[in-house]
């Protein structure tokens, strides 16, 4: 991730099926590792607080989701108050690098 001028703005979290929050973030860290061991469709949520997300007004901010290695979502930023991003997770347990991120 890659904040704007306000990082403190930024939250986010990621929600398992069965509804559990896996460990959230604040403040626009460069890059965050989250053990998924729960099968079904993960939510990951990014809110801005003050609506504006992290790109372009102040600084050029964005973000992306790699899991298993793999990039899953690439932002741009531009999402505003917040977004929502759904993706599965197979049966296998797994615990994301530290290269990859949020």
């Known amino acids: 991730m890659t904040a704007d001028q306000y990082p403190l703005e930024i939250t986010w979290s990621v929600v398992s099926?069965?509804?559990a929050e896996i460990p959230d973030g604040?403040?626009?860290a460069a890059s965050a590792s989250?053990?998924?061991?729960e099968p079904g469709t993960h939510q990951f949520e990014i809110i801005d607080s003050f609506g504006d997300g992290i790109c372009c007004g102040y600084g050029l901010g964005n973000y992306s989701l790699s899991l298993d290695g793999e990039m899953?979502?690439?932002s741009n930023g531009r999402y505003?108050?917040?977004e929502t991003v759904d993706f599965d997770v197979?049966?296998?347990c797994f615990v994301s690098p530290g290269g990859d991120s949020f």
């Open 72 to 74: 899953i979502h690439d």
């Open 90 to 92: 197979d049966d296998t």
């Open 26 to 28: 604040e403040g626009g």
């Open 17 to 19: 099926p069965s509804g």
């Open 34 to 37: 989250v053990a998924i061991c």
């Open 80 to 82: 505003g108050a917040g």
